[in-house]
């Protein structure tokens, strides 16, 4: 059986009238067992490849390879599908009218998947909402999956449904099932791609070569069938006259939860989180409470992880007011540490949409502030993606140069990777 544990990490001191409550709260699982083989429920896998004419023939190649490797890193028993999408959704496997849309792994099954994904051809448009759509649709077909996860492809922009199309279909699957998506090549929207996978509790990433579609594939799907726990909830309870002002994962990503939360009681929001494996994540907390005077203590929020109705782990969130301000001026480091990781997020997608608008002046300040937030907060990656971007004169002051003929692979990188955090040195 999963076990959770949490830890807090904050300053519980607040001046004489003080009313903002930061935390970061620690939560980590261990024992997660494998995807669907722990008794919580079936788990459900749908592969869905971009078969679009944009995809050629190097692309389309390397994705059927990919589609197969990840066939190989699916538990068996476990139910399974492949989408093939261009501007509408086919069910290529399992081939079916009605009923089930789902078959478990077995040798069989897999063998006849691979089959099936060796007949894609690259033909015709790009409508992702209709290939969610479809993906939905065939995880509702098989009744009792626990947990439902996707691994999306494509190589191109949305063209050929609208924008709302689009997001009516993200909402329809949000809370539903997860993806992960994955874009290969230049050629694709990296907002377009993100909003779909954060709806999704999943990830976003670019694939620059496709030779490297197998290996990011069989990734993806190990990870996936790592996660036992089939799905988790964040409970954040606050006193009455309290106010949540912002839930953030900030660990391994920055994903801000705060609009997703749906009350459990008066007091108890439940905020979702999906599925769990072996692994830690960070969330910070900022509650608003009603100002109090020296000398009085008051517990500010219970953090919970809850696997349905039972409560895993729990945290407990602080406020002592003092008058002391050696206690009330410090920065608790960890807090200090994420609220910079948020923020080199935020620059960098700033910095990259000025940049492509032409205001080289916004762009520059903007990602000279990424640079610095880097530096300070340990993030070698963003560093080394930065530096791809612009000519760093210094970091620790955030003077930097706009590179000149940056390549486009390099910028989505930069943009793909802006929520990946590191924890805290030390």
């Known amino acids: ?21 930061n935390a970061i709260v620690t939560i ?32 389309m190649r390397a994705a059927k390879q990919a589609a197969m490797v990840a066939l190989d890193h699916i538990l068996d028993g476990t139910y399974f599908a492949i989408v093939a999408g261009n501007h509408k959704a086919y069910l290529a496997y399992p081939m079916v009218q009605s009923g089930a849309g789902m078959v478990r792994m077995s040798d069989r099954s897999r063998a006849e998947a691979r089959r099936a994904i060796s007949y894609f051809q690259s ?14 649709a065939l995880f509702d077909s098989v009744g009792g999956l626990a ?13 050929n449904e609208t924008q709302q199309q689009l997001d009516l279909a993200i909402q329809n699957c949000a809370g539903h099932f997860q993806v992960d998506a994955r874009g290969v090549g230049v050629d694709w929207k990296v907002a377009e791609i993100r909003k779909i996978a954060h709806t999704l509790l999943g990830t976003v ?28 909830d964040l409970r954040i309870w606050i006193p009455q006259g309290a106010r949540v002002l912002f839930v953030r994962q900030v660990s391994p990503t920055v994903e801000d939860l705060t609009q997703r939360g749906v009350p459990l009681n008066q007091l108890t929001q439940v905020f979702p989180t999906g599925s769990w494996g072996d692994e830690e994540r960070d969330y910070h907390l900022q509650i608003r409470l009603a100002a109090k005077s020296v000398g009085q203590e008051q517990l500010a929020a219970r953090v919970q992880l809850a696997v349905g109705a039972e409560v895993l782990t ?17 920065i608790n480091p960890e807090v200090a540490h994420y609220t910079g990781q948020t923020e080199l997020a935020q620059v960098i997608q700033d910095g990259l949409s000025a940049k492509a608008s032409g205001d080289e002046q916004t762009a520059t300040t903007k990602l000279g502030r990424a640079v610095q937030l880097a530096s300070e907060t340990g993030n070698a990656e963003a560093t080394a993606k930065l530096r791809k971007v612009v000519e760093i004169t210094d970091a620790r002051s955030g003077t930097v140069r706009l590179k000149i003929g940056v390549a486009k692979a390099d910028e989505m990188a930069l943009d793909t990777s802006s929520t990946k955090t590191t924890r805290i040195r030390g």
């Open 123 to 136: 033909d015709g448009g790009t409508a992702m909402g209709n290939w969610l759509n479809l993906a939905k």
């Open 1 to 21: 059986m999963a076990l959770f544990t949490s830890a807090v990490y904050q300053n519980e001191f607040l001046p004489d009238g003080g009313t903002d409550v």
């Open 147 to 159: 947990q439902k996860h996707a691994i999306l492809l494509t190589d191109g922009e949305n063209h």
């Open 205 to 232: 990433d670019i694939i620059p070569n496709p030779s490297q579609l197998g290996q990011v594939f069989a990734e993806l799907m190990r990870a996936s069938m790592g996660r036992g726990v089939a799905s988790a």
């Open 28 to 59: 980590a699982c261990s024992g997660a067992g494998a995807a669907g083989q722990t008794g919580s429920g079936d788990a459900g896998e749908i592969i869905i490849v971009d078969t679009s004419g944009s995809m050629g023939e190097a692309n």
């Open 314 to 330: 729990q945290g407990l969130v602080k406020a002592k007011w003092s008058a002391d301000t050696n206690l009330t001026a410090q």
